[in-house]
């Protein structure tokens, strides 16, 4: 599981997994509003824009023009899809949070057994 390439920082898992919930509609503003929505965070468009362009740079996520539309001007937008290295990411992340949450004694938690 000691995978240091699967390694994200905190924003990059976040905006990592908003797109792979997303499936075909991520783009910069909706996984901005995403973010905001699901987890109750501010986070603004020029910091996930920046993320997005790390993990296409990591091959964790691509990226393809959509189709124009009206409401845009007729400008298109930069969809987002994750990659299978994208979902390897996602999985090493989740295996080893819950690895180690499974470490902490239910005491410390304030649970008991």
Known sequence: MKNK????????????????????????VKVMDEIESQINRKVNISAVHTTL?????????????GGASAERGGRRK????VTSEGSKAIDFVHQTRNALYQQIPKASLGFTQ
Not at 78 to 81: E, H, Q, Y
């Open 5 to 28: 390439s699967y390694q994200l920082g905190e924003l990059e898992e976040l905006v990592l997994m908003i797109v792979a919930i997303l499936n075909e509609e991520a783009y910069g």
């Open 53 to 65: 362009d790390r993990l296409e740079k990591k091959g964790f996520v691509s990226s393809y023009m």
């Open 78 to 81: 930069r969809l987002f899809r």
